[in-house]
């Protein structure tokens, strides 16, 4: 799930991919940019698995549901026939195949994303999800949910089938952190957890198989500026974390690279040069290494007084860069430039080709600091560093920062999400150049709803109901 957004805003995860491998970057935010359904009570920080398990665990450990629990969800009609004439996406399941929180019973559910739109204040507070992403026959999603007191991470397991769900609490955390940062290859799990302690921000690496209780230490990082953000790539020889970290009042990006198949080590980093004053990182697996994608902020030029029109707030250009990084993290060439260079970039998302090629999409406005309505941009970087540009064409975008989502088992297919002004959610598939995109529409069974992984030929997406954020499968026609 999703987009990358400039430290000062409200922020949501971001995604990266390529072809049988899946990797993900997530920030620490204030509040996920996300509508957080309200809850009433203790009952609404559970997590309902349907057609999988029920949980509210301890450290470390999952449970098996009991028998309502364990039931295959009911596939409905339009699951069992396709999408009707005329209709792009249908639900692949009749029930929702997870639910975060208290769904109230008795009630039918909404007839429109409208009335499951909850407007409470104490919605930013109510469980709420982080990265989604595609295993080989399971998605794995990360997410928070009040817990004694306190905030704990989860991750929730459920099959590309709706089937088999199951939870694993991962444990409490403290100070003001994002959910889990996701990276997946074959049926294993890689994790980076945002954490702090009396010293400042640390980050725990975990693995957890899909078969497993509970997950297993890789180890952990120290002086994290979580700020800055994290990014975290499972390549074939091995994965790598990106994260950021004070130097002298300035924030650089580091990186380190480790094996998740072998017994934890003491990890040996390095300040990626070049990365000064970068924020929000992403990583892509390109052959014999990775893509890294940020955004460097710089100073606002000097213009002198303001004139009575100008903007009261300056504001410096935000550019966003990628530098090819080889499979220990260090860099194999110099970064490119692929916003312009007075671009003022709020939020990007990326994912890599299995060409080699990392297409980007990301979104700029120079007319209010800090508002994401601008066009939606896409770019595409070559394994030779040339750099092709290109737009989306039209004017029905809402806020947020677009997805860029591959599916595993349809090679070549990159699903592109935005969201309407009327916050629908709008559908399409990014073309071959990979600079411009094709059907991007909104559909019936997606309304609202955000898209958070593609997997199976299926895309896996929530919304809330009330107190309870429901999770469902949809199947949809490029």
């Known amino acids: 799930m999703r987009k990358v957004y400039h430290h000062s805003l409200l922020r949501v995860p971001s995604r990266t991919s390529s072809p049988g491998v899946v990797s993900f970057s997530t920030l620490r935010v204030a509040r996920l940019r996300r509508r957080a359904a309200p809850f009433g ?24 549901g009991n028998a309502r629990a364990t039931a295959a969800p009911s596939v409905g009609p339009m699951a069992a026939g396709g999408a009707s004439p005329g209709e792009r996406c249908h639900a692949v399941t009749k ?3 997870l639910s975060l929180g208290d769904a109230p019973k008795g009630r039918a559910a909404p007839a429109s994303d409208e009335e499951s739109d909850p407007s409470d ?12 992403i595609p295993l080989a026959a399971h998605f794995a999603v990360a997410g928070q949910r009040p817990a004694g007191g306190g905030t704990e991470d989860v991750i929730a397991l459920v099959g590309h089938d709706g089937r088999g769900g199951r939870v694993v609490s991962l444990g409490r955390v403290y100070g003001d952190v994002g959910p889990p940062t996701l990276a997946g290859r074959g049926d294993e799990l890689v994790m980076a957890l945002p954490d702090a302690d009396a010293k400042g921000g640390t980050l725990k690496l975990r693995a957890l198989s899909v078969l497993s209780e509970s997950p297993r230490s890789l180890g952990d990082i120290t002086d994290v500026e979580h700020d800055a953000g994290v990014a975290l790539a499972y390549g074939p020889a091995g994965a790598l974390v990106v994260w950021g970290a004070e130097r002298a009042g300035r924030t650089s990006l580091r990186a380190a690279a480790f094996d998740p198949s072998k017994a934890p080590t003491a990890l040996t980093s390095a300040e990626l040069e070049g990365t000064s ?7 892509a697996v390109r052959p014999g290494g990775f893509w890294l994608s940020w955004i460097a902020e710089r100073a606002a030029p000097d213009a002198g007084p303001p004139a009575e029109d100008q903007k009261l707030v300056a504001v410096g250009p935000r550019v966003l860069h990628v530098m090819p990084l080889d499979a220990a993290g260090k860099p194999s060439g110099r970064p490119l430039l692929v ?28 007319t209010t ?8 941009q896409l770019a595409r970087v070559l394994l030779d560093g040339s750099v092709k540009l290109g737009r989306v ?3 029905d975008f809402g806020g947020g920062v677009p997805a860029l989502l591959a599916d595993p088992s349809v090679p070549g297919r990159t699903w592109l999400s935005a969201r309407s002004t009327g916050d629908a959610a709008r559908l399409g598939v990014l073309a071959s150049s990979g600079v411009a995109a094709e059907g991007l ?31 469902s499968l949809v199947a949809c026609r490029p």
């Open 41 to 64: 009570s203790a009952a609404a920080f559970g997590l309902v698995v349907i057609g999988g398990a029920v949980g509210c665990r301890s450290r470390g450990t999952s449970e098996q």
């Open 277 to 283: 004053d970068a924020e929000v990182p992403v990583l």
């Open 121 to 132: 204040p104490t919605a930013p507070f109510a469980p709420h999800l982080g990265d989604a």
């Open 393 to 395: 064409d039209g004017d």
């Open 369 to 376: 600091p800090g508002v994401d309505r601008g066009d939606v």
């Open 441 to 471: 529409a909104s559909d019936p069974a997606l309304g609202s709803a955000d898209v958070l992984a593609a997997g199976a030929g299926r895309l896996l997406v929530s919304r809330y109901r009330e107190r309870a954020l429901e999770i």
């Open 339 to 366: 916003s312009g260079d007075a671009a003022h970039v709020v939020g990007f998302d990326a994912i890599g080709q299995a060409d080699g090629a990392l297409d980007l999409a990301f979104r700029e406005d120079d």
């Open 95 to 97: 029930d929702p195949v």
